[in-house]
Every structure is written in C-alpha cells, then in structure tokens.
C-alpha cells in the first residue's frame, strides 16, 4: 500500500506481434508518471531474472531429439511458470505498496496462443494461471487490434527474419491468435478495452488515454 493505503492498478497490454504493445506501454507509463502517480513498467514472458530465463527457453528453445521444440504442453507451463515468478517478486509487491503495473503481455497472450491457436484450449490454461498465480487479473487489459496487412509490414521492419519461434509461426497460427483475442475481450466488457492501433502512435496513445479515464477517475475521486 502506500501512503494512503491504497493498492496500486494493474493494466495489461495484448495483442498480435507488432501491434505497438511495447510502444503504447511505455506511453502510457510516462503519463501516468506526469500525473505524480508511480509505475513499474514490466514484461511477459519476462519481467524477473528467472522469468527471463524461461523466457529465453521459451523463445529459442533446445532443439530435443524428435528435431522439434517444446511440445504444446510443455511451453504452456513454461509460460505459467514465468508467470507465477513474475507475479509473486515483482507485480503483487508493486501493486501492494501502491505502485500502478502495466505489463506488456499477461495470461490472456496464453489464452490466445497455446489456449487458442495452440489448440490446448481456455479451461487447461486458465486452469495453470489459478494455479501458478491464483488467477489474478489485471484491473484493465488493453487489446490492441492492427488490421492484418498493416501488421505485416510493421513486422517485416521490424525483426526481418529475425522472429523467434513464437513469432516465426504461420499467419493461420497469428489469425487464430487474433480471432481468439478478440473473443476473449468481447466476454468480458467490464476487464477489456479494445483500441484501435492503426495509425500514429501518439492518436493510439489518446485512444489508450481514454481507455483508462475510469481508472484515473475512481484515483481522483
Ligand atoms: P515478444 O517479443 O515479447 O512479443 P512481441 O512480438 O509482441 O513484441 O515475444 C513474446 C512471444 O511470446 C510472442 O510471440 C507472443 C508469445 N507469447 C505466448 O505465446 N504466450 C504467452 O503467454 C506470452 C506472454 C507470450
């Protein structure tokens, strides 16, 4: 908590590679902090040193015998196994000693990747995230949605040929991510504000600034 007792905000950033997560995060943070309100400004997979670690596995995974990576399963928990570290040393402290978090990714990206375009399903994943991290959610996800021809060429700037083998999959893997990202905010209205990331990044940060209004208002008041 901090001096007046009040527990920090968590919000969350998602969406597909290349959408401007990272961007419109530290946006976001730098205008919070301009309103004298304090911000830890994290990432997943990532975020701890042990996280990072995993991260590190997750995205240039050791090559088994079979000449595949992580079997579908195994890279679920790995990811919830970040997770779980990430939410015990970094985000609930944060949040306990009244610090906002905006993280650049949390459980619904394993929602729409290995629950949805990894074909392991909703339940099994929301099943590891109460297990691992007692099912916290943020106070707000921001979906950032980018219109699929403008992603690929944000991306083709971006990591060449460099993608890791997350990002490397096919577009029907990062469409059924999309499409399963999409459902998961329309479930949940009161937890999701989809925005529009087409365009500069400083009109998405308005649309991302509105977003929050709520949030900032309930601090006000
Ligand atoms: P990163 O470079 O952080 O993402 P981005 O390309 O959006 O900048 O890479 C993280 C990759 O891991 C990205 O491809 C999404 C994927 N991912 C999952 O599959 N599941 C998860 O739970 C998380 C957090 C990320």
Redesign the pocket.
Known sequence: MNGSGVRGRFIAFEG????G??TQANLLAAALRDRGIAVDVT???GGTPGAEAIRQL??EPPVGPTGKGWNPKAEALL?AAARSDHVAERILPALESGIWVVC????D??RA??GGAGGLGDEAILALHEFGSDGLRPDLTILIEVEPGQLAQRLAERDGDES?A??GRSSSYHHKVAARFRLIAQADPKGFAVVDGSGDPVDVHERVMAAIEPLLAEEAG
């Open positions: 597909g590679e290349g959408a997560k990272t990432r997943e997979p997750l995205l990811f650049d990714r949390f459980v990206s394993s990747y290995q890791d997350i990002g």
